[in-house]
């Protein structure tokens, strides 16, 4: 044991040495104080170990000195303290413990008795110590996780960007175990009008799952804003996620983009409970399950890896429902979970804007109030059918900078690039006026489609009645496509000014065989399933004109 600095306060001297003298031998420092104002003095100036008080002195007495002693050590800490005294009657002894004395020793003192008496107390007090410490370093440790939490809380809200959540759109809850969230939901408003969404449920919960989310966020709002495809995002987040997560880590996620203006809805899912689309009156429209891995598990070039999109063509006013398992795994005390068929009993019993409220009560009322061991997170999002009626672009009040670019695309680039977006952005960084951006590239996206699908794969369209008919045409598309083995794009975009009237013009021209359009007629209407594409055009564009074999399409926008 380590050697002990001990305080000896008795008003004999020879009584002090005697003590000193021995306890000096069995390997302790003493200091002698021949009074308790002394002694008050000495202690304030340095904590000692352990105190030895003689029970009767002049002025302060022992009891009187151990009370004050004690109220110094509220601010030092604890240490052991003995009383001495020849008065080894029961009451005295009391009197001394009261004062609060930790033991009392009999005078005259047995030196042997005193030196075991003090090993003891050293054993305590170094256990005293152990403890004082590690409470030091519980409270250090909760300071710092509270301020890490605080930290965490506060990037993670800035990352969700709560607000993009709020609006008519759609409705949410978010329900975290902790402060800190392993889900996250996210949305974007493209300026076209289409809607993303995203629901990601980290591995675990609380700090560590939410720093799992930290390159989801950032990935998806960024490509979200550049039209990127549900496919295009997928992909980019899984090697993101692969980059940044350890072996034992991944994200499962689920997408949807809602387009508004074509009545379709895409969703991705890798590893979240089966989502729903759900009709006003509550009917399942349909159900999506995970068709993909969760990100973060599978390189884009294993054998495994897939990334299939799932689309829906909306024929009614509906909701688009998904939500983490945490909700399906929620218990009641019994241990029962809230299940699936619940949640879809909850949803189909209210209208569409009451059912996250509902879902909240429902869910309370299971777990009878009680905190649910996961993270639970719930989206909806409003559908409509087609809207082909889109206002034109408000007037800009800036001069329209002229400027033009010309694009060679082969088969490889076609079939690896989200083309619509990179050239979206390009032509945003050239100088596209800004009222534009969201008709240019709903335009745009047509006619990249259109040479693409009819021009060189020669798709047909009709394909779309049957009712898989998207996901069937989706997959020909991607299958045709790559075994595609010849076929180039050509893509001109001119922005100009003339006389007060500003016109951005695109041709997409493709190497085809093209069709007969001097004797072509537009069909379509907002019932079909296809031939959308030209009528969606002519409703946005100031003027539409084909050329060459009918493998040219040239869109014009104009405004004042």
């Keep these: 044991m380590r050697a002990l600095c001990i305080l000896i306060i008795d008003d004999q001297p020879a009584i002090g040495r005697l003590l000193s003298s021995y306890l000096s031998k069995v390997g302790h420092q003493c200091q002698y104080a021949p009074s308790g104002d002394e002694a008050l003095k000495l202690y304030a100036q340095q904590p000692f170990d352990l105190v030895l008080v003689d029970q009767s002195m002049p002025g302060l007495d022992g009891q009187q000195t151990t009370r004050l002693l004690r109220e110094l050590q509220l601010n030092m800490g604890w240490r052991p303290i003995l009383m001495l005294s020849g008065n080894a009657e029961t009451e005295a002894q009391i009197a001394a413990l009261e004062a609060g004395c930790d033991d009392f020793v009999a005078k005259p003192v047995s030196l042997d008795m005193l030196a075991a008496k003090i090993n003891s107390f050293q054993r305590i007090a170094e256990m005293q110590e152990q403890i004082t410490r590690q409470n030091r370093e519980l409270i250090e440790y909760r300071e710092r996780d509270k301020e890490e939490r605080n930290i965490s809380a506060y990037l993670m809200s800035r990352l969700a960007r709560t607000a993009k959540l709020e609006g008519r759109q759609l409705d949410y809850f978010l329900k975290p175990v902790s402060e800190v969230s392993?889900?996250?939901?996210?949305?974007?408003r493209a300026s076209n009008g289409d809607r993303y969404a995203l629901l990601a449920d980290a591995t675990g919960h609380d700090l560590p799952a939410a720093l799992s989310l930290l390159p989801v966020s950032e990935t998806f709002y960024n490509m979200a804003a550049k039209g990127f495809s549900l496919e295009g995002i997928a992909r980019k987040l899984n090697r993101k996620s692969a980059e940044y997560l350890p072996a034992n880590r991944f994200v499962a996620l689920l997408m949807a983009l809602y387009s508004p203006l074509d009545g379709t809805l895409q969703i991705w899912n890798g590893g979240i409970p089966g989502a729903l689309l759900m009709a006003d009156d509550g009917r399942v429209l349909e159900r999506f399950e995970s068709?993909?891995?969760?990100?973060?598990?599978?390189?884009?070039d294993d054998p495994l890896f897939c990334c299939q999109v799932e689309t829906v063509h909306i024929t009614e006013s509906c909701q688009f429902s998904m939500f983490s398992d945490g909700l399906i795994e929620a218990e009641s005390i019994s241990g029962m979970?809230?299940?699936?068929d619940r949640v879809e009993a909850v949803l189909h019993d209210v209208k569409p804007e009451q059912r996250a409220a509902r879902l909240q009560e429902a869910l309370a009322l299971h777990t009878s109030g009680a905190q649910p061991h996961d993270d639970v997170a719930y989206m909806h999002i409003y559908c409509e059918p087609a809207k082909l009626d889109m206002q034109p672009a408000p007037p800009a009040f800036h001069e329209c900078k002229p400027w033009s670019l010309q694009l060679q695309l082969n088969v490889e680039q076609l079939r690896n690039h989200d083309l619509e977006p990179l050239i979206s952005s390009f032509c945003q960084s050239l100088g596209l006026e800004p009222a534009q951006h969201g008709i240019f590239s709903l335009v745009l996206r047509e006619l990249l489609a259109n040479a693409i699908e009819h021009g060189l794969l020669r798709l047909d369209t009709s394909i779309k009645h049957l009712s898989d008919g998207f996901e069937r045409y989706l997959q020909l598309r991607q299958s045709s496509l790559?075994?595609?083995?010849?076929?180039?794009?050509?893509?001109?975009?001119?922005?100009?000014?003339?006389?007060?009237?500003?016109?951005?013009?695109?041709?997409?021209?493709?190497?085809?065989?093209?069709f007969d359009f001097q004797n072509y007629k537009a069909t379509a209407s907002e019932e079909q399933f296809h031939g959308r594409g030209l009528y969606l055009l002519r409703q946005l564009c100031a003027d539409l004109q084909f050329g060459g074999v009918g493998n040219q399409v040239t869109a014009t926008l104009q405004w004042q």
């Design 482 to 514: 790559q075994a595609l083995e010849h076929g180039e794009l050509q893509v001109d975009i001119q922005q100009a000014s003339l006389e007060g009237i500003k016109r951005l013009s695109v041709t997409v021209t493709d190497s085809g065989p093209g």
């Design 182 to 188: 392993g889900d996250l939901l996210l949305a974007w």
């Design 337 to 340: 979970q809230f299940g699936l």
């Design 291 to 300: 068709l993909n891995f969760p990100i973060g598990i599978l390189d884009e």
